[in-house]
C-alpha cells in the first residue's frame, strides 16, 4: 500500500491550498482515510476523516474552513484549505485505515506528508 500527498506549498494567511493523497495498492473505496498534521514542537493531530460512505468529520479547527473530499475512481482523497491561519503551518499526512471484517484485523498506513507553511 502506498499513499503519496502533494499540494502543500507555501501561502499567505487567508490564501487556499488542495491538498491530494493518492493511493495505491488497497481497496480504496473500502477504507476510511484521514487527513493528519503536526506542528513543530506539537503532536500530530486529526484534521478531517471521510468514511466509505462518505460522511465526514472535522477538528474544531477545521470547521468551515477545510473540507475533506474523496474520489474513488482515482484512489484519492482531497483537503480542501481555505481562510489559511498561521497556525496552520503543518506538515500534513494522509492516512488511510484499512479494516478487513473476514478476520476482523485493522492497518494504518501513511503517506510522507507534505508541508504546508505561511509565509507571512
Known amino acids: 500500500v502506498q499513499l503519496a500527498e502533494s499540494g502543500g506549498g507555501l501561502v499567505q494567511p487567508g490564501g487556499s491550498l488542495r491538498l491530494s493523497c493518492v493511493t495505491s495498492g488497497s481497496i480504496f473505496s473500502a477504507n476510511v482515510m484521514a487527513w493528519y498534521r503536526q506542528a513543530p514542537g506539537k503532536e500530530r493531530e486529526l484534521v478531517a476523516q471521510?468514511?466509505?460512505?462518505?460522511?465526514?468529520n472535522y477538528s474544531d479547527s477545521a470547521k468551515g474552513r477545510f473540507a475533506i473530499s474523496r474520489d474513488n475512481a482515482k484512489a484519492t482523497v482531497y483537503l480542501q484549505m481555505d481562510r489559511l491561519k498561521p497556525e496552520d503551518t503543518a506538515v500534513y499526512y494522509c492516512?488511510?485505515?484499512?479494516?478487513?471484517?473476514?478476520?476482523?484485523?485493522?492497518?494504518?498506513?501513511w503517506g510522507q506528508g507534505t508541508q504546508v507553511t505561511d509565509s507571512s
Open positions: 492516512k488511510m485505515h484499512e479494516y478487513w471484517p473476514s478476520n476482523r484485523e485493522s492497518f494504518d498506513y
Open positions: 471521510i468514511t466509505s460512505d462518505g460522511n465526514t
